[in-house]
């Protein structure tokens, strides 16, 4: 099956730095990908939508300044926290449809983030 | 507003008994539906999925049901193992193509007594 992957998977940072979570397809190509945020004990949100060649969509409530998206290849996304705080602490997860259209979502295995 | 919501936080049943996760849904234009499993510390993973046109469809030890009249969802595992022990989601989608959203529920967990 189509694998997702992120990178790290878990990071540790002082509060007010930036921090970069990658997520890869491995083995087939997305121009669309996906940006979950999870707290603990809750349910996967959706932050933002990620498009290959061009801006990101972001969903309400979510600051587009604070969370970057870089969509730069086929089989690769970037979520940059800047000036991250801890209650930017969560678990972060991407996804990406293995077939561009179609519903079925592969996700990766998320990132988690903590902000001391 | 549209919403996917679960009836029950936490599911505890015997291991190979069946489990009945329910899950309800608001928006009446859904028509496409998801069951993810995730456990402790990873993503989601699909288990399966149904579309709007039909009521029922079966997987490997799993059986999903669509109730569109009272907008009711549920997914049923059979003879359950330890391995199933995790978080159970609903998710919902508009459209088989070309709208990805997948707006998800606020998940079951499910524990699996030896």
């Known amino acids: 099956g189509a694998v997702v992957s992120q990178h790290p998977s878990w990071v540790i940072c002082k509060s007010g730095t930036s921090v970069k979570i990658e997520c890869r397809s491995l083995?087939?190509?997305?121009?669309?990908m996906f940006w979950y945020r999870q707290f603990p004990k809750q349910s996967l949100m959706l932050m933002a939508t990620s498009n290959e060649g061009s801006k990101a969509t972001y969903e309400q409530g979510v600051e587009k300044d604070k969370f970057l998206i870089n969509h730069a290849s086929l089989t690769l996304s970037t979520l940059t926290v800047t000036s991250a705080h801890p209650e930017d602490s969560s678990f972060y997860i991407c996804s990406a449809p293995r077939v561009a259209g179609y519903n079925e979502q592969f996700f990766g295995p998320g990132t988690r983030l903590t902000v001391l | 507003g549209e919403s996917v919501g679960l009836h029950l936080p936490t599911l505890s049943v015997q291991e190979g008994d069946n489990s009945i996760i329910n899950c309800a849904y608001s928006n009446s234009a859904s028509d496409y539906f998801i069951w993810y499993k995730q456990e402790s510390g990873k993503g989601p993973q699909f288990i399966i999925d149904i579309r709007s046109n039909m009521d029922k469809r079966q997987g490997q030890r799993v059986t999903v049901l669509l109730n569109k009249t009272v907008k009711h969802l549920s997914l049923q595992i059979a003879a359950t193992q330890p391995g199933d022990s995790a978080v159970y989601f609903c998710?919902?989608?508009?459209?088989?193509?070309?709208?990805?959203?997948?707006?998800f529920g606020t998940g079951t967990k499910l524990q699996v007594i030896p």
């Open positions: 083995d087939f190509q997305a121009t669309t």
């Open positions: 998710a919902e989608n508009r459209g088989s193509w070309g709208y990805q959203k997948v707006t």
